[in-house]
């Protein structure tokens, strides 16, 4: 184990950041410190939020230009009951580290920090001939535009490298997440004269059971690397008292697409599902897009994912056949928005992201920081297809 990497995980792990409501100050000033301690340009970002500061750093000035990105956020612990230990201790249990973030992703950022140092004086001294843009970002796990401010302030690149926790695998797609509240009105009443009102939870039956055939439809829609598309119904919201018929019914559907999709392609499903059941049931519905994760996906042999896959199966021995991520992540900053050639890759098991008892095994964490840092010096000494 890298002691020092495990130092830094450690410090991450133990400062508390989680979002709601957004409390990622105390690492991004940590980071800012740590990185002016190593001689390295560092910058705390106050956009989009003064109270909610970013991190960006520049190592060289070389081309091509190699951007390693991670989030600082991380999702509330739940019931500190359930965890085994407390989860911002940062607790040691041979060779992993738990806590809250810990693979998700507070592990890939320690990664990419230690990466910018141990490569910087290679950089520099032009024995590489690119150069590095690290980015600590805020407000992923909410879909907010931390690393799309990043991008937009000139902190880009011609590649980028998502740390999230993939085992080392390399996703050139990724699925996108749409959720969506769809209300389902009535009218209410006295629960003892309920032909007086208008139930809204009887009037969201057709409306779940047209979302049951929606899913079973697209299902259908499959890519090789992600998967199939679903439409989960994950909250039904309805009634405010025992004795009153509810007036209205709210429906939370969870939609994961596929990057042959669009979120406009899966408005327009929904508002023909919902015209349809109107139509049919006389009843009145509305919905909103509450938040979106486009999906995104690059070509499977970019001469990124082809590095990335041969050092990770040099290093890791990890599978070098292409793969997709089911989640969604800040790469779709990168290849929809700044149009840069980007992969989401990092030590650490996806599995283990918003559990109890979360945690991440140090050994592989070393190994990540060794792998990223030997595909780094393959492309910074490579020209850019940009």
């Given at each position: 184990?890298?002691?020092?990497?495990?130092?830094?995980?450690?410090?991450?792990?133990?400062?508390?950041?989680?979002?709601?409501?957004?409390?990622?100050?105390?690492?991004?000033?940590?980071?800012?410190?740590?990185?002016?301690?190593?001689?390295?340009?560092?910058?705390?970002?106050?956009?989009?939020?003064?109270?909610?500061?970013?991190?960006?750093?520049?190592?060289?000035?070389?081309?091509?230009?190699?951007?390693?990105?991670?989030?600082?956020?991380?999702?509330?612990?739940?019931?500190?009951?359930?965890?085994?230990?407390?989860?911002?201790?940062?607790?040691?249990?041979?060779?992993?580290?738990?806590?809250?973030?810990?693979?998700?992703?507070?592990?890939?950022?320690?990664?990419?920090?230690?990466?910018?140092?141990?490569?910087?004086?290679?950089?520099?001294?032009?024995?590489?001939?690119?150069?590095?843009?690290?980015?600590?970002?805020?407000?992923?796990?909410?879909?907010?535009?931390?690393?799309?401010?990043?991008?937009?302030?000139?902190?880009?690149?011609?590649?980028?490298?998502?740390?999230?926790?993939?085992?080392?695998?390399?996703?050139?797609?990724?699925?996108?997440?749409?959720?969506?509240?769809?209300?389902?009105t009535g009218e209410?009443?006295?629960?003892?004269?309920?032909?007086?009102?208008?139930?809204?939870?009887?009037?969201?039956?057709?409306?779940?059971?047209?979302?049951?055939?929606?899913?079973?439809?697209?299902?259908?829609?499959?890519?090789?690397?992600?998967?199939?598309?679903?439409?989960?119904?994950?909250?039904?919201?309805?009634?405010?008292?025992?004795?009153?018929?509810?007036?209205?019914?709210?429906?939370?559907?969870?939609?994961?697409?596929?990057?042959?999709?669009?979120?406009?392609?899966?408005?327009?499903?929904?508002?023909?599902?919902?015209?349809?059941?109107?139509?049919?049931?006389?009843?009145?519905?509305?919905?909103?897009?509450?938040?979106?994760?486009?999906?995104?996906?690059?070509?499977?042999?970019?001469?990124?994912?082809?590095?990335?896959?041969?050092?990770?199966?040099?290093?890791?021995?990890?599978?070098?056949?292409?793969?997709?991520?089911?989640?969604?992540?800040?790469?779709?900053?990168?290849?929809?928005?700044?149009?840069?050639?980007?992969?989401?890759?990092?030590?650490?098991?996806?599995?283990q992201a918003h559990t109890y008892?979360?945690?991440?095994?140090?050994?592989?964490?070393?190994?990540?920081?060794?792998?990223?840092?030997?595909?780094?010096?393959?492309?910074?000494?490579?020209?850019?297809?940009?």
């Amino acid at each position: 184990m890298d002691e020092e990497l495990t130092t830094i995980i450690s410090e991450l792990v133990s400062r508390e950041t989680e979002n709601p409501p957004g409390n990622e100050r105390r690492v991004a000033e940590f980071i800012y410190e740590w990185l002016i301690e190593h001689d390295i340009d560092a910058t705390l970002v106050r956009e989009p939020y003064e109270n909610r500061p970013q991190i960006a750093a520049r190592v060289g000035d070389g081309d091509p230009t190699v951007v390693l990105n991670g989030h600082i956020d991380v999702v509330p612990a739940g019931n500190r009951d359930e965890w085994s230990c407390p989860p911002y201790a940062a607790e040691i249990d041979g060779e992993s580290l738990y806590g809250r973030g810990s693979a998700d992703m507070k592990t890939g950022v320690a990664v990419g920090m230690k990466a910018l140092v141990d490569l910087k004086e290679s950089v520099e001294s032009d024995d590489l001939a690119g150069s590095l843009v690290f980015q600590a970002a805020i407000g992923e796990e909410t879909a907010e535009p931390g690393t799309k401010t990043l991008l937009e302030r000139g902190y880009d690149g011609d590649y980028g490298v998502v740390l999230e926790p993939t085992e080392m695998r390399t996703a050139t797609s990724e699925k996108g997440l749409a959720w969506y509240k769809i209300t389902v009105t009535g009218e209410p009443s006295h629960a003892s004269r309920p032909d007086q009102g208008d139930n809204a939870i009887t009037n969201a039956r057709p409306v779940l059971a047209a979302l049951e055939d929606y899913d079973d439809r697209i299902g259908d829609r499959e890519d090789d690397l992600v998967g199939q598309a679903h439409a989960t119904v994950t909250q039904i919201e309805a009634g405010t008292k025992e004795n009153v018929v509810p007036e209205d019914a709210v429906i939370t559907v969870d939609r994961r697409f596929l990057p042959s999709e669009s979120a406009d392609q899966l408005d327009d499903e929904i508002d023909e599902l919902l015209a349809k059941v109107e139509a049919t049931h006389g009843i009145e519905t509305s919905w909103q897009r509450t938040r979106t994760y486009e999906s995104a996906a690059i070509d499977i042999n970019s001469s990124l994912a082809e590095v990335f896959r041969e050092k990770s199966a040099e290093h890791a021995d990890v599978s070098v056949e292409p793969w997709g991520v089911k989640a969604s992540t800040d790469v779709r900053n990168f290849v929809n928005d700044a149009g840069i050639e980007a992969i989401t890759w990092g030590p650490g098991d996806l599995s283990q992201a918003h559990t109890y008892d979360e945690h991440v095994n140090l050994v592989d964490a070393t190994t990540g920081l060794r792998t990223l840092k030997a595909a780094l010096r393959e492309l910074l000494d490579q020209p850019s297809d940009r």
